[in-house]
């Protein structure tokens, strides 16, 4: 059972930054792929970046690559999304996810087996 707590989320302009923050109980976190998804008003949630266990693999989606980084700290169970010149259409709420079976960085919301509650990002035009 792993539990996944999201923070750092907030009220941002159009073209700053915010880091996101995703704490994991548990002693395996470094046996969990991680992702991190949004869902928008009336749309699906929908996958945003994803990592694998030790860090070295990353996956983005088209919209965020370039402007947004996933990273991890196994010592100290968080994963990161380090978020750059963020446009209107980033506003969200995100979720941070993790999964067992696969040493990759899964891009399907279904494969993921443990969610968090939701950080909302805002970002103002």
């Known amino acids: 059972q792993v539990q996944l707590v999201e923070s750092g989320g907030g009220l941002v302009q159009a073209g700053g930054s915010l880091r996101l923050s995703c704490a994991a109980s548990g002693r395996t976190f470094s046996r969990y792929g991680m992702g991190w998804f949004r869902q928008a008003p009336g749309k699906e949630r929908e996958f945003v970046a994803a990592?694998?266990?030790?860090?070295?693999?990353?996956n983005y989606a088209d919209s965020v690559r370039g402007r947004f980084i996933i990273s991890r700290d196994n010592a100290k169970n968080t994963v990161f999304l380090q978020m750059n010149s963020l446009k209107p259409e980033d506003t969200a709420v995100y979720y941070c996810?993790?999964?067992?079976?696969?040493?990759?960085?899964?891009?399907?919301?279904?494969?993921?087996?443990?969610w968090g509650q939701g950080t909302q990002v805002t970002v103002s035009s």
């Open positions: 990592i694998n266990w030790s860090g070295d693999s990353t």
């Open positions: 996810a993790a999964q067992r079976a696969y040493n990759m960085p899964i891009t399907i919301r279904s494969l993921y087996d443990y």
